[in-house]
């Protein structure tokens, strides 16, 4: 099944982002049932409530990325330094980077 990684802003405003990136998660698979989303906002919400640092979860997050097929980036993600660290890892992984769905289909296509 191809996986797809949801880079999408976190902080600022944690709780209305979360939200966000699962209507954003649940709208991919209702539409595309046949692509998985990772979606660190959820995946990684336990890293919060350890003694974790920024960098440490961010390193689990890059982790999680580097096992995905495509990263679709979503929201203002030019202003989220994680987003933008995302995006720098997955062009390191030459992992494809998409900002709709449109194209991530295209490229399944291929």
């Given at each position: ?8 802003p ?5 709780d ?12 991919i ?11 660190p906002?959820?995946?990684l ?39 933008r ?6 062009h390191?992984r ?6 709709n ?6 490229h399944?296509?291929?």
């Open positions: 099944m191809f996986t797809v990684y949801l880079s999408h976190y902080t600022g405003d944690e209305k982002n979360r939200l966000t990136a699962r209507q954003i998660a649940a709208q698979v209702s539409e595309y049932p046949d692509i998985a989303v990772v979606n906002l959820d995946a919400q336990y890293a919060t409530m350890t003694k974790l640092s920024y960098d440490e979860i961010l390193k689990i997050d890059i982790e999680l990325l580097s096992r995905c097929d495509a990263v679709l980036v979503r929201g203002d993600w030019e202003r989220s330094l994680g987003c660290r995302e995006v720098k890892a997955a390191e030459k992992i494809p980077v998409f900002w769905m449109r194209n991530v289909r295209a399944m296509r291929r």
